[in-house]
Protein backbone atom coordinates (compact mmCIF):
# COMPACT_ATOMS: atom_id res chain seq x y z
CA UNK A 1 0.00 0.00 0.00
CA UNK A 2 1.24 3.19 -1.15
CA UNK A 3 2.55 5.72 2.01
CA UNK A 4 4.04 9.33 1.94
CA UNK A 5 6.59 10.23 4.30
CA UNK A 6 8.06 14.00 4.02
CA UNK A 7 11.59 15.24 4.61
CA UNK A 8 13.48 18.12 3.10
CA UNK A 9 14.29 18.04 -0.46
CA UNK A 10 18.11 19.42 -1.40
CA UNK A 11 18.84 18.41 -4.46
CA UNK A 12 16.18 18.17 -7.52
CA UNK A 13 15.36 15.42 -9.74
CA UNK A 14 13.34 12.10 -8.92
CA UNK A 15 14.74 8.62 -8.26
CA UNK A 16 12.58 5.34 -8.12
CA UNK A 17 14.23 2.37 -7.13
CA UNK A 18 14.60 -0.46 -4.44
CA UNK A 19 16.13 0.53 -0.78
CA UNK A 20 19.84 0.03 0.08
CA UNK A 21 21.14 0.66 3.56
CA UNK A 22 24.11 1.96 3.97
CA UNK A 23 26.75 -0.52 5.52
CA UNK A 24 26.51 -0.47 9.52
CA UNK A 25 28.83 1.24 11.67
CA UNK A 26 31.40 -0.78 13.17
CA UNK A 27 31.31 -2.39 16.00
CA UNK A 28 32.73 -1.48 19.47
CA UNK A 29 36.02 -3.03 20.22
CA UNK A 30 36.58 -5.23 23.44
CA UNK A 31 38.08 -3.27 26.22
CA UNK A 32 40.71 -5.57 26.66
CA UNK A 33 44.38 -4.93 28.64
CA UNK A 34 47.71 -5.45 26.75
CA UNK A 35 51.03 -6.27 28.86
CA UNK A 36 52.77 -2.86 29.09
CA UNK A 37 55.51 -4.73 26.56
CA UNK A 38 52.87 -4.64 23.70
CA UNK A 39 52.41 -0.54 24.13
CA UNK A 40 55.00 0.42 21.56
CA UNK A 41 53.45 -1.95 19.04
CA UNK A 42 50.30 -1.08 19.65
CA UNK A 43 50.72 3.18 19.40
CA UNK A 44 52.57 1.87 15.62
CA UNK A 45 49.68 0.41 14.62
CA UNK A 46 47.06 3.18 15.68
CA UNK A 47 49.56 5.67 13.76
CA UNK A 48 49.80 3.70 10.92
CA UNK A 49 46.20 3.24 11.00
CA UNK A 50 45.39 7.14 10.87
CA UNK A 51 47.95 7.79 8.21
CA UNK A 52 46.68 5.26 6.17
CA UNK A 53 43.16 6.60 6.75
CA UNK A 54 44.02 10.22 6.30
CA UNK A 55 46.14 9.50 2.69
CA UNK A 56 42.52 7.25 1.63
CA UNK A 57 40.45 10.18 2.51
CA UNK A 58 42.77 12.68 0.40
CA UNK A 59 43.20 9.76 -3.17
CA UNK A 60 39.10 10.10 -2.51
CA UNK A 61 39.18 13.98 -2.77
CA UNK A 62 41.62 14.08 -5.29
CA UNK A 63 39.23 11.70 -7.03
CA UNK A 64 36.63 14.17 -6.66
CA UNK A 65 37.77 17.54 -7.09
CA UNK A 66 36.09 20.77 -6.15
CA UNK A 67 34.35 20.76 -3.32
CA UNK A 68 34.95 17.23 -2.43
CA UNK A 69 37.99 17.40 -2.59
CA UNK A 70 38.78 20.60 0.31
CA UNK A 71 35.60 18.19 2.75
CA UNK A 72 37.57 15.35 2.53
CA UNK A 73 41.05 17.12 2.98
CA UNK A 74 39.77 18.52 6.27
CA UNK A 75 38.53 15.14 7.26
CA UNK A 76 41.54 13.97 7.07
CA UNK A 77 43.81 16.46 9.03
CA UNK A 78 40.66 15.73 11.53
CA UNK A 79 42.00 12.25 11.49
CA UNK A 80 45.83 13.39 12.49
CA UNK A 81 44.81 15.71 14.90
CA UNK A 82 47.97 15.98 17.15
CA UNK A 83 45.71 16.11 20.24
CA UNK A 84 43.66 13.23 19.20
CA UNK A 85 46.60 11.77 18.72
CA UNK A 86 48.34 12.14 22.35
CA UNK A 87 45.37 10.87 23.04
CA UNK A 88 45.42 7.51 22.10
CA UNK A 89 48.85 7.50 22.72
CA UNK A 90 48.16 7.82 26.54
CA UNK A 91 45.26 5.55 26.42
CA UNK A 92 47.54 2.35 25.02
CA UNK A 93 50.19 3.50 27.66
CA UNK A 94 47.94 2.36 30.47
CA UNK A 95 46.88 -0.86 28.70
CA UNK A 96 44.29 -0.47 25.70
CA UNK A 97 44.41 -1.72 22.25
CA UNK A 98 45.37 0.27 19.30
CA UNK A 99 41.82 -0.04 18.19
CA UNK A 100 39.52 0.67 22.03
CA UNK A 101 42.55 3.65 22.52
CA UNK A 102 41.44 5.13 19.04
CA UNK A 103 37.40 4.49 20.16
CA UNK A 104 37.53 5.76 23.46
CA UNK A 105 39.69 8.92 22.56
CA UNK A 106 37.43 9.97 19.29
CA UNK A 107 34.55 9.29 21.86
CA UNK A 108 35.94 11.66 24.31
CA UNK A 109 36.33 14.47 21.38
CA UNK A 110 33.00 13.54 20.27
CA UNK A 111 31.28 14.68 23.81
CA UNK A 112 33.44 17.79 23.85
CA UNK A 113 32.51 19.10 19.95
CA UNK A 114 28.87 17.92 20.74
CA UNK A 115 28.56 20.04 24.14
CA UNK A 116 30.21 23.07 22.78
CA UNK A 117 27.46 24.43 20.73
CA UNK A 118 25.62 23.80 17.97
CA UNK A 119 27.71 24.91 15.22
CA UNK A 120 30.81 22.43 16.43
CA UNK A 121 28.12 19.52 16.96
CA UNK A 122 27.69 19.66 13.27
CA UNK A 123 31.29 17.66 13.03
CA UNK A 124 30.51 14.80 14.89
CA UNK A 125 29.35 12.90 11.88
CA UNK A 126 32.69 13.92 9.89
CA UNK A 127 34.65 12.97 13.28
CA UNK A 128 32.45 9.16 13.63
CA UNK A 129 32.90 8.81 10.10
CA UNK A 130 36.82 9.23 10.88
CA UNK A 131 36.76 6.79 13.68
CA UNK A 132 34.70 4.07 11.83
CA UNK A 133 37.52 3.44 9.16
CA UNK A 134 40.57 4.04 11.93
CA UNK A 135 38.85 1.53 13.95
CA UNK A 136 37.86 -0.91 10.86
CA UNK A 137 41.26 -0.59 9.67
CA UNK A 138 42.87 -1.63 12.75
CA UNK A 139 40.48 -4.90 13.34
CA UNK A 140 40.64 -5.88 9.44
CA UNK A 141 37.09 -5.49 8.69
CA UNK A 142 35.34 -3.81 5.95
CA UNK A 143 35.20 -0.37 5.89
CA UNK A 144 31.77 1.27 6.75
CA UNK A 145 29.95 2.57 3.40
CA UNK A 146 28.06 2.52 0.62
CA UNK A 147 26.87 -1.40 -0.23
CA UNK A 148 27.88 -3.08 -3.25
CA UNK A 149 25.19 -3.74 -5.61
CA UNK A 150 25.50 -4.13 -9.50
CA UNK A 151 21.61 -3.00 -9.66
CA UNK A 152 20.89 0.37 -9.22
CA UNK A 153 19.13 1.23 -5.95
CA UNK A 154 18.16 3.99 -3.49
CA UNK A 155 20.64 4.88 -0.56
CA UNK A 156 19.56 4.96 2.96
CA UNK A 157 21.57 6.53 5.57
CA UNK A 158 21.49 7.81 9.27
CA UNK A 159 23.73 10.05 7.63
CA UNK A 160 26.62 10.84 4.60
CA UNK A 161 29.49 11.36 5.85
CA UNK A 162 31.50 13.33 2.46
CA UNK A 163 34.02 10.59 2.01
CA UNK A 164 31.05 8.20 0.64
CA UNK A 165 28.94 11.39 -0.86
CA UNK A 166 31.68 12.64 -2.89
CA UNK A 167 32.24 9.17 -4.64
CA UNK A 168 28.95 8.15 -4.97
CA UNK A 169 28.33 6.56 -8.47
CA UNK A 170 25.51 8.56 -10.15
CA UNK A 171 24.50 5.42 -12.57
CA UNK A 172 24.07 3.13 -9.46
CA UNK A 173 22.88 5.92 -6.51
CA UNK A 174 19.71 6.93 -8.13
CA UNK A 175 19.30 9.20 -4.88
CA UNK A 176 19.82 8.99 -1.31
CA UNK A 177 17.77 9.81 1.66
CA UNK A 178 18.93 10.68 5.03
CA UNK A 179 17.63 10.69 8.63
CA UNK A 180 19.89 13.65 9.78
CA UNK A 181 21.22 16.59 7.87
CA UNK A 182 19.93 19.71 6.60
CA UNK A 183 19.87 21.38 3.24
CA UNK A 184 23.08 23.23 3.43
CA UNK A 185 24.80 20.40 5.55
CA UNK A 186 28.06 18.84 3.33
CA UNK A 187 26.18 16.44 2.18
CA UNK A 188 23.29 18.20 0.86
CA UNK A 189 26.07 20.37 -1.20
CA UNK A 190 27.74 17.74 -2.87
CA UNK A 191 24.01 16.05 -3.74
CA UNK A 192 23.37 18.72 -5.75
CA UNK A 193 26.98 19.13 -7.09
CA UNK A 194 26.51 15.29 -8.43
CA UNK A 195 23.14 16.28 -9.59
CA UNK A 196 21.75 13.38 -7.13
CA UNK A 197 18.29 13.54 -6.59
CA UNK A 198 18.47 13.74 -2.46
CA UNK A 199 15.79 13.93 0.84
CA UNK A 200 17.60 14.79 4.06
CA UNK A 201 16.43 15.10 7.95
CA UNK A 202 13.48 12.17 7.22
CA UNK A 203 13.05 10.94 10.48
CA UNK A 204 12.51 6.96 10.38
CA UNK A 205 14.52 6.69 7.41
CA UNK A 206 16.48 4.15 8.60
CA UNK A 207 13.02 1.50 9.28
CA UNK A 208 12.53 1.77 5.30
CA UNK A 209 13.13 -1.76 4.59
CA UNK A 210 15.73 -2.92 2.07
CA UNK A 211 14.47 -3.87 -1.09
CA UNK A 212 11.39 -1.78 -0.65
CA UNK A 213 11.01 0.39 -3.73
CA UNK A 214 10.55 3.80 -3.02
CA UNK A 215 9.98 6.77 -5.15
CA UNK A 216 12.03 10.46 -3.77
CA UNK A 217 11.08 13.48 -5.15
CA UNK A 218 14.25 15.97 -4.59
CA UNK A 219 12.20 18.80 -5.30
CA UNK A 220 9.16 18.52 -2.59
CA UNK A 221 11.07 16.22 0.10
CA UNK A 222 8.14 13.58 -0.31
CA UNK A 223 8.99 10.38 -0.06
CA UNK A 224 6.57 7.87 -1.52
CA UNK A 225 6.59 4.16 -0.16
CA UNK A 226 5.43 1.08 -2.30
CA UNK A 227 4.29 4.15 -5.03
CA UNK A 228 1.40 2.71 -7.50
CA UNK A 229 1.83 2.38 -11.00
CA UNK A 230 -0.48 5.53 -11.61
CA UNK A 231 1.97 7.16 -9.02
CA UNK A 232 5.01 6.09 -10.45
CA UNK A 233 3.95 7.13 -13.57
CA UNK A 234 3.05 10.68 -12.97
CA UNK A 235 6.49 11.22 -11.12
CA UNK A 236 8.34 9.80 -14.37
CA UNK A 237 6.16 11.82 -16.91
CA UNK A 238 6.85 14.81 -14.47
CA UNK A 239 11.12 13.92 -15.09
CA UNK A 240 10.65 13.78 -18.71
CA UNK A 241 9.31 16.91 -19.14
CA UNK A 242 11.56 18.93 -16.61
CA UNK A 243 14.42 17.28 -18.55
CA UNK A 244 12.98 18.20 -21.96
CA UNK A 245 12.35 22.11 -20.43
CA UNK A 246 16.55 21.92 -19.35
CA UNK A 247 16.94 21.20 -22.73
CA UNK A 248 15.25 23.27 -24.36
CA UNK A 249 16.67 26.28 -22.17
CA UNK A 250 19.99 27.88 -22.80
CA UNK A 251 21.29 31.34 -22.92
CA UNK A 252 21.70 34.02 -20.18
CA UNK A 253 19.40 34.34 -17.09
CA UNK A 254 16.51 36.41 -17.41
CA UNK A 255 12.59 36.14 -16.91
CA UNK A 256 10.14 35.80 -19.89
CA UNK A 257 9.63 39.46 -20.41
CA UNK A 258 13.74 39.88 -20.46
CA UNK A 259 14.60 41.06 -17.27
CA UNK A 260 18.33 39.65 -17.12
CA UNK A 261 19.29 37.72 -13.97
CA UNK A 262 22.77 36.64 -14.19
CA UNK A 263 22.80 33.04 -12.91
CA UNK A 264 26.54 32.38 -11.71
CA UNK A 265 28.11 29.54 -10.30
CA UNK A 266 29.75 28.77 -6.91
CA UNK A 267 33.11 26.98 -7.09
CA UNK A 268 35.81 25.84 -4.90
CA UNK A 269 38.61 25.56 -6.97
CA UNK A 270 39.76 24.82 -10.86
CA UNK A 271 38.63 21.30 -9.84
CA UNK A 272 34.44 23.15 -10.61
CA UNK A 273 35.26 24.96 -13.53
CA UNK A 274 34.84 22.38 -15.93
CA UNK A 275 30.96 21.60 -14.78
CA UNK A 276 30.16 25.67 -14.12
CA UNK A 277 31.15 26.28 -17.78
CA UNK A 278 29.35 23.02 -19.34
CA UNK A 279 26.19 24.49 -17.30
CA UNK A 280 26.68 27.85 -19.07
CA UNK A 281 27.13 29.70 -16.17
CA UNK A 282 27.63 33.58 -16.73
CA UNK A 283 30.75 33.63 -14.21
CA UNK A 284 31.46 32.51 -11.05
CA UNK A 285 29.38 34.13 -8.10
CA UNK A 286 31.23 32.93 -5.50
CA UNK A 287 34.96 31.06 -5.36
CA UNK A 288 35.19 30.30 -1.64
CA UNK A 289 38.97 30.40 -1.74
CA UNK A 290 39.62 28.52 1.90
CA UNK A 291 39.59 25.59 0.30
CA UNK A 292 43.12 26.38 -0.80
CA UNK A 293 44.17 27.00 2.58
CA UNK A 294 42.85 23.97 4.11
CA UNK A 295 45.43 21.70 2.17
CA UNK A 296 47.64 22.61 5.23
CA UNK A 297 46.05 23.97 8.27
CA UNK A 298 49.60 24.67 9.44
CA UNK A 299 50.08 27.73 7.03
CA UNK A 300 49.29 29.49 4.04
CA UNK A 301 49.68 28.76 0.59
CA UNK A 302 52.49 30.22 -1.26
CA UNK A 303 51.55 32.90 -3.02
CA UNK A 304 52.71 31.24 -6.17
CA UNK A 305 49.82 28.56 -5.19
CA UNK A 306 47.41 30.68 -4.62
CA UNK A 307 48.43 32.53 -8.41
CA UNK A 308 48.21 29.56 -10.43
CA UNK A 309 44.80 28.40 -9.28
CA UNK A 310 43.05 31.95 -9.01
CA UNK A 311 44.18 32.33 -12.54
CA UNK A 312 42.68 29.31 -13.86
CA UNK A 313 39.36 30.24 -12.79
CA UNK A 314 39.74 33.71 -13.83
CA UNK A 315 40.36 32.37 -17.31
CA UNK A 316 37.72 30.35 -18.05
CA UNK A 317 35.58 33.06 -17.73
CA UNK A 318 36.81 35.66 -20.56
CA UNK A 319 34.66 38.87 -20.39
CA UNK A 320 32.86 37.42 -17.46
CA UNK A 321 32.04 38.45 -13.68
CA UNK A 322 34.27 36.07 -11.15
CA UNK A 323 33.65 37.10 -7.82
CA UNK A 324 36.48 36.16 -5.51
CA UNK A 325 35.74 35.84 -1.59
CA UNK A 326 38.95 36.12 0.46
CA UNK A 327 39.93 33.34 3.36
CA UNK A 328 36.80 32.57 5.38
CA UNK A 329 38.65 30.76 8.14
CA UNK A 330 37.00 29.78 11.54
CA UNK A 331 34.14 28.17 13.10
CA UNK A 332 33.96 25.30 11.14
CA UNK A 333 36.65 26.09 8.68
CA UNK A 334 39.68 26.36 11.38
CA UNK A 335 43.18 26.37 10.88
CA UNK A 336 45.89 26.19 12.96
CA UNK A 337 48.31 28.93 12.37
CA UNK A 338 45.27 31.48 11.69
CA UNK A 339 42.31 30.91 14.17
CA UNK A 340 42.20 30.64 18.41
CA UNK A 341 41.70 27.40 19.34
CA UNK A 342 40.32 28.14 23.00
CA UNK A 343 37.07 30.27 21.71
CA UNK A 344 33.66 29.08 23.76
CA UNK A 345 31.68 29.53 20.17
CA UNK A 346 34.02 29.91 17.44
CA UNK A 347 30.47 30.55 15.18
CA UNK A 348 30.55 33.73 16.98
CA UNK A 349 33.76 34.64 17.58
CA UNK A 350 36.58 35.70 15.42
CA UNK A 351 36.17 34.25 12.09
CA UNK A 352 36.10 35.62 8.39
CA UNK A 353 36.86 38.87 8.03
CA UNK A 354 37.53 39.43 11.79
CA UNK A 355 40.25 36.84 11.33
CA UNK A 356 41.88 38.35 8.61
CA UNK A 357 42.14 41.65 10.17
CA UNK A 358 43.71 39.91 12.67
CA UNK A 359 46.24 38.86 10.49
CA UNK A 360 46.58 41.75 7.95
CA UNK A 361 49.55 39.93 6.35
CA UNK A 362 47.78 37.42 5.44
CA UNK A 363 44.85 39.20 3.97
CA UNK A 364 47.74 41.66 2.22
CA UNK A 365 49.10 38.49 0.35
CA UNK A 366 45.98 37.13 -0.77
CA UNK A 367 44.71 40.46 -2.52
CA UNK A 368 48.57 40.85 -3.87
CA UNK A 369 47.80 37.15 -5.26
CA UNK A 370 44.46 38.06 -6.57
CA UNK A 371 45.71 41.05 -8.33
CA UNK A 372 48.91 39.04 -10.18
CA UNK A 373 46.25 36.56 -10.81
CA UNK A 374 44.15 38.49 -12.89
CA UNK A 375 46.97 40.95 -15.29
CA UNK A 376 46.25 40.63 -18.51
CA UNK A 377 43.05 38.78 -18.55
CA UNK A 378 39.75 40.38 -19.96
CA UNK A 379 37.49 39.18 -16.56
CA UNK A 380 35.57 41.20 -14.50
CA UNK A 381 37.22 40.57 -10.88
CA UNK A 382 35.19 40.88 -7.48
CA UNK A 383 36.91 40.79 -4.47
CA UNK A 384 34.38 40.31 -1.53
CA UNK A 385 34.76 39.72 2.51
CA UNK A 386 33.31 37.26 4.36
CA UNK A 387 31.22 38.08 7.86
CA UNK A 388 30.90 41.62 7.47
CA UNK A 389 29.14 43.35 10.33
CA UNK A 390 29.01 47.25 9.93
CA UNK A 391 30.23 49.74 7.98
CA UNK A 392 33.76 49.84 9.91
CA UNK A 393 34.39 46.39 8.57
CA UNK A 394 33.79 47.29 5.14
CA UNK A 395 35.41 50.17 5.34
CA UNK A 396 38.65 48.26 6.67
CA UNK A 397 38.38 45.97 3.88
CA UNK A 398 37.82 48.53 0.99
CA UNK A 399 40.84 50.06 2.69
CA UNK A 400 42.89 46.85 2.54
CA UNK A 401 42.07 46.00 -1.26
CA UNK A 402 43.20 49.62 -2.32
CA UNK A 403 46.30 49.54 -0.31
CA UNK A 404 47.42 46.40 -2.11
CA UNK A 405 46.95 47.78 -5.35
CA UNK A 406 43.74 45.62 -6.59
CA UNK A 407 42.06 46.91 -9.85
CA UNK A 408 38.64 45.00 -8.70
CA UNK A 409 35.26 46.11 -7.50
CA UNK A 410 35.15 45.84 -3.32
CA UNK A 411 32.21 43.65 -1.99
CA UNK A 412 31.03 42.48 1.12
CA UNK A 413 28.52 39.18 1.93
CA UNK A 414 25.62 39.90 4.19
CA UNK A 415 25.37 37.05 6.49
CA UNK A 416 24.83 38.70 9.72
CA UNK A 417 20.85 40.47 10.46
CA UNK A 418 23.07 43.77 11.50
CA UNK A 419 24.44 43.49 7.66
CA UNK A 420 21.73 43.49 6.23
CA UNK A 421 19.88 46.35 8.40
CA UNK A 422 22.56 48.86 7.96
CA UNK A 423 23.04 47.57 4.03
CA UNK A 424 23.26 51.21 2.75
CA UNK A 425 25.55 52.59 5.11
CA UNK A 426 27.89 49.44 4.33
CA UNK A 427 27.16 50.63 1.00
CA UNK A 428 29.40 53.48 1.45
CA UNK A 429 32.30 51.60 1.09
CA UNK A 430 31.46 49.36 -0.99
CA UNK A 431 30.50 48.60 -4.42
CA UNK A 432 28.58 45.81 -4.29
CA UNK A 433 26.73 43.42 -1.71
CA UNK A 434 26.51 39.34 -1.73
CA UNK A 435 23.75 37.64 0.43
CA UNK A 436 25.40 34.10 1.62
CA UNK A 437 21.64 32.89 2.71
CA UNK A 438 23.14 29.87 4.62
CA UNK A 439 24.82 31.60 6.91
CA UNK A 440 22.33 34.63 7.59
CA UNK A 441 19.85 32.12 8.05
CA UNK A 442 22.30 30.24 10.55
CA UNK A 443 22.45 33.81 12.60
CA UNK A 444 18.76 35.11 12.33
CA UNK A 445 17.17 31.99 13.62
CA UNK A 446 20.04 30.65 16.08
CA UNK A 447 20.27 27.40 13.85
CA UNK A 448 23.00 25.44 13.50
CA UNK A 449 23.15 24.98 9.21
CA UNK A 450 24.68 20.89 10.10
CA UNK A 451 22.14 20.07 12.51
CA UNK A 452 19.03 18.29 10.95
CA UNK A 453 17.08 19.03 14.53
CA UNK A 454 16.58 22.87 13.33
CA UNK A 455 16.50 22.23 10.01
CA UNK A 456 12.71 24.24 9.86
CA UNK A 457 14.89 27.25 11.07
CA UNK A 458 17.58 26.74 8.01
CA UNK A 459 15.07 26.40 5.27
CA UNK A 460 15.25 30.18 2.77
CA UNK A 461 11.57 29.97 2.34
CA UNK A 462 11.41 31.54 6.08
CA UNK A 463 10.03 34.98 5.69
CA UNK A 464 12.07 36.49 8.12
CA UNK A 465 15.02 35.88 5.66
CA UNK A 466 13.19 36.97 2.94
CA UNK A 467 12.62 40.38 4.82
CA UNK A 468 16.53 40.71 5.10
CA UNK A 469 16.84 39.90 1.39
CA UNK A 470 14.47 42.52 0.82
CA UNK A 471 16.65 44.86 2.56
CA UNK A 472 19.43 44.51 1.64
CA UNK A 473 18.46 44.71 -2.33
CA UNK A 474 16.63 47.80 -2.10
CA UNK A 475 19.33 49.04 -0.28
CA UNK A 476 21.62 48.56 -3.04
CA UNK A 477 18.73 49.87 -5.43
CA UNK A 478 18.64 52.88 -3.55
CA UNK A 479 22.60 53.22 -4.07
CA UNK A 480 22.72 52.16 -7.67
CA UNK A 481 24.64 49.13 -6.92
CA UNK A 482 24.34 45.33 -7.54
CA UNK A 483 23.17 42.50 -4.57
CA UNK A 484 23.68 39.15 -5.53
CA UNK A 485 22.50 35.50 -3.87
CA UNK A 486 25.37 32.97 -3.78
CA UNK A 487 23.74 31.03 -0.70
CA UNK A 488 21.93 27.59 -1.65
CA UNK A 489 18.92 29.15 -1.58
CA UNK A 490 19.34 30.38 -5.16
CA UNK A 491 19.65 26.97 -6.29
CA UNK A 492 15.94 26.32 -5.89
CA UNK A 493 14.04 27.25 -8.96
CA UNK A 494 10.88 28.55 -7.58
CA UNK A 495 12.61 30.47 -4.49
CA UNK A 496 14.80 31.93 -7.52
CA UNK A 497 11.73 33.69 -8.96
CA UNK A 498 11.00 35.34 -5.89
CA UNK A 499 14.42 36.41 -4.88
CA UNK A 500 14.23 38.38 -8.33
CA UNK A 501 10.98 39.85 -7.63
CA UNK A 502 12.65 41.04 -4.58
CA UNK A 503 15.21 42.93 -6.22
CA UNK A 504 17.86 40.69 -6.44
CA UNK A 505 20.76 41.60 -9.35
CA UNK A 506 22.08 38.05 -9.67
CA UNK A 507 22.03 34.01 -8.25
CA UNK A 508 24.82 32.03 -8.00
CA UNK A 509 24.55 28.30 -7.01
CA UNK A 510 26.26 25.15 -7.66
CA UNK A 511 26.54 24.43 -11.58
CA UNK A 512 23.87 21.11 -11.21
CA UNK A 513 21.31 24.07 -10.72
CA UNK A 514 21.62 26.44 -13.11
CA UNK A 515 19.71 24.75 -16.07
CA UNK A 516 16.68 24.24 -13.62
CA UNK A 517 16.87 28.07 -12.50
CA UNK A 518 16.98 29.27 -16.17
CA UNK A 519 14.39 27.34 -17.13
CA UNK A 520 11.99 28.02 -15.07
CA UNK A 521 12.97 31.86 -14.65
CA UNK A 522 12.32 31.86 -18.46
CA UNK A 523 8.46 30.88 -18.14
CA UNK A 524 7.69 34.60 -15.92
CA UNK A 525 7.52 37.62 -16.08
CA UNK A 526 8.99 40.04 -13.49
CA UNK A 527 5.99 41.38 -12.30
CA UNK A 528 4.77 37.96 -11.60
CA UNK A 529 8.17 37.26 -9.43
CA UNK A 530 7.91 40.38 -7.58
CA UNK A 531 3.84 39.52 -6.90
CA UNK A 532 5.19 36.15 -5.70
CA UNK A 533 7.54 37.53 -3.40
CA UNK A 534 5.16 39.73 -2.53
CA UNK A 535 3.16 37.04 -1.42
CA UNK A 536 5.69 34.48 0.19
CA UNK A 537 7.02 37.62 2.79
CA UNK A 538 2.77 38.09 3.68
CA UNK A 539 3.33 34.36 5.11
CA UNK A 540 4.24 33.13 8.68
CA UNK A 541 5.77 30.00 7.73
CA UNK A 542 8.12 28.94 5.34
CA UNK A 543 5.99 26.40 3.94
CA UNK A 544 2.71 28.64 3.71
CA UNK A 545 5.70 31.50 1.40
CA UNK A 546 6.49 28.75 -1.03
CA UNK A 547 2.56 27.54 -1.29
CA UNK A 548 1.90 31.32 -1.68
CA UNK A 549 4.92 31.67 -4.53
CA UNK A 550 3.66 29.01 -5.88
CA UNK A 551 0.02 29.97 -6.40
CA UNK A 552 1.23 32.92 -8.14
CA UNK A 553 3.24 31.59 -10.39
CA UNK A 554 1.58 28.98 -11.46
CA UNK A 555 -1.79 31.10 -12.05
CA UNK A 556 -3.90 29.96 -9.08
Given at each position: ?????????????????????????????????????????????????????????????????????????????????????????????????????????????????????????????????????????????????????????????????????????????LGFVTEEGGPTSHSA??????????????????????????????????????????????????????????????????????????????????????????????????????????????????????????????????????????????????????????????ALGVRGLRTLLDHPD?????????????????????????????????????????????????????????????????????????????????????????????????????????????????????????????????????LACVLTGLGVTSLSM???????????????????????????????????????????????
Amino acid sequence: METTLRGVGVSHGVAIGEVRHMGTAVLEPPAKQIPADEAEREQGRARQAVEAVAADLIARGNLAGGEAQAVLEAQALMAQDPELMADVDRRIAVGSTAERAVYDAFAAYRALLAGAGEYLAGRVADLDDVRNRIVARLLGVPMPGVPDSDEPYVLIARDLAPADTALLDPTLVLGFVTEEGGPTSHSAILARALGVPAVVALPGAGELVEGTVIAVDGSTGEIFVEPSAEKRAEMERAAAERKAALAASSGPGATSDGHKVPLLANVGGPGDVAAAVGAGAEGVGLFRTEFLFLDDSKKAPSVEKQVEAYRTVLAAFPEGRVVVRVLDAGADKPLEFLTPADEPNPALGVRGLRTLLDHPDVLRTQLAALATAAEGLPVYLEVMAPMVADRTDAKAFADACREAGLRAKFGAMVEIPSAALRARSILQEVEFLSLGTNDLAQYTFAADRQVGAVSRLQDPWQPALLDLVALSAEAAKAEGKSCGVCGEAASDPLLACVLTGLGVTSLSMGAASIPYVRATLSKHTLAQCERAAAAARAADTAEDARAAAQAVLSGE
